[in-house]
């Protein structure tokens, strides 16, 4: 099978080819396409590969191109992981929403609408391109944001497009992991858009443990959304919140957070992967062992001003490992062999919730089989969880018309009716300001 990544020169594309090499059943990947507009980070990366696969039998072999539709005719699978603008664009975002006091987080809030509409434009034209060249290919998305991107492709792809996210693995992971139960054996009841949605409960055996777990207050402090949020909250939710809802529910803490750091995360990240591939400019610099050390401490210092304004202290050495990797190849083995099984995806709604319609992308448990991924039913939102993901949706609807019209008023609208942006005229100077930064909103007029 060939497997193409878009963004092949991204830092994290060794997380997926070491997944690869791990990976020894029939009908595996036996060809990897890297396909990036920058040929500096593609060498680097294949550097990385090369020494992960060395000693490695019948290790994927590897290829290079800035070619777009070299890297897509004949693809059997594509993994979409760009970003538009880099890492530079995600500290302009920052920076121009912290400056109106908004959070400019790359997915939620003023920041993933203004990645969001830079984004968009170059998804669907992806999405367009692998129509005609790899029509029998399925997208995996992993590009931020995950389930608007994800909406914007399947516009064209239908359902051929799927979106992953690690967040809600993790979060059933860890829960499982306090119940004392094997994350594999539990059933995760999930539901939401991506980076907004909610466990509403645990089911081992059949029987429902999250209630345990939501009257133990020591249990409760004991894992990274436990120590977020506060066990009174949970409690008063009678759910766990995926950890990105920390933006909305202590979103003048983050915000102040954000503001007093140092650096921002997109500001951080830049600094720190322009360093690694500067070093991996010097031929005799141990690639993979380079590699590795920038990684943990990006892991390390993942959502640290969160954690800091919570008091929740240092990530589990467990939550370290990433994940969205182990995700993707879990998909792509389900489809590719119909070896069926269970993933929290990004998928069309159909008739899941019944308050959005049937085109809109949704984060649920999904049935995987070789015809792709299948929404579970679930029950109903409560109200507070419902309006939340109404409005966020109505505002990722906002952002794919402006998108498609180059509306510069629809864009304003989609800044203003968001729910962490409370100020019309706060949205009009977030436009001026994001179009000022970045050359990929010149369309919005």
């Known amino acids: 099978m060939k497997l193409t990544i878009l963004g092949g020169g991204g830092f994290r594309v060794p997380l997926v080819y070491g997944a690869l090499l791990r990976d020894h059943a029939e009908g595996r990947v036996t060809r990897v396409v890297l396909h990036d507009l920058d040929y500096g980070r593609l060498s680097a990366v294949t550097r990385v590969l090369a020494e992960q696969a060395a000693g490695v039998p019948d290790a994927p072999e590897v290829t290079a191109t800035t070619d777009l539709d070299e890297a897509l005719r004949g693809a059997d699978f594509v993994f979409s992981a760009i970003r538009v603008g880099g890492l530079e664009g995600r500290a302009n975002d920052e ?14 809030g003023a920041g993933g609408i203004a990645y969001g509409l830079r984004t968009v434009p170059v998804a669907v034209g992806i999405a367009q391109r692998v129509a005609r060249l790899a029509p029998e290919a399925w997208v995996i998305n992993f590009t931020n944001p995950a389930g608007l991107v994800t909406e914007a492709m399947s516009r064209r792809l239908g359902d051929r497009v799927i979106g992953i996210c690690d967040s809600p693995v993790g979060l059933g992971r860890r829960i499982a992991r306090v119940l004392g139960a094997d994350p594999k054996e539990a059933w995760i009841d999930y539901v939401g858009l991506n980076h907004l949605g909610w466990v509403r409960g645990l089911r081992l055996a059949g029987r429902d443990e999250l209630p345990r777990l939501l009257a133990d207050p020591d249990l409760l402090g004991s894992f990274e959304e436990g120590k977020l949020f506060g066990a009174d909250w949970l409690r008063s939710l009678g759910a766990i919140p995926n950890e990105y809802l920390h933006y909305y529910y202590f ?3 983050a915000v102040r957070a954000y503001q007093q750091a140092e650096k921002t995360r997109g500001a951080f990240l830049h600094d720190q992967q322009a360093r690694f591939y500067a070093e991996m400019r010097n031929p005799d610099a141990p690639a993979l062992q380079v590699w590795d050390r920038t990684r943990a401490e990006r892991e390390a210092t993942y959502m640290a001003e969160n954690r800091e304004s919570a008091g929740a202290g ?6 370290l490992s990433g994940g969205y990797e182990k995700v993707a190849l879990a998909l792509m083995r389900a489809i590719a062999r119909d070896e069926r099984t269970t993933l929290i995806l990004n998928v069309r709604n159909q008739h899941t919730l019944s308050v959005l319609d049937t085109e809109a992308v949704i984060e649920v448990p999904c049935l995987v089989d070789a015809n792709g991924a299948h929404p579970v039913t679930v029950d109903p939102l409560p109200g507070h969880a419902t309006a939340l993901v109404c409005a966020v949706k109505a505002v990722e609807r906002e952002v794919l018309a402006a998108a498609g019209s180059g509306s510069r008023a629809t864009a304003v609208k989609a800044f203003a009716l968001h729910p962490l942006v409370d100020s019309v005229n706060v949205a009009r100077r977030l436009v001026e300001g ?5 050359p990929g909103l010149a369309y919005l007029r």
Request: net charge negative; no cysteine; charged share 45%.
């Open 314 to 319: 240092e990530r589990d050495e467990d939550d």
């Open 434 to 438: 994001y179009t000022e930064v970045h």
């Open 251 to 253: 979103n003048r803490e």
């Open 95 to 108: 920076r121009v929403a912290l400056a109106e006091g908004v959070l400019g987080q790359e997915t939620v």
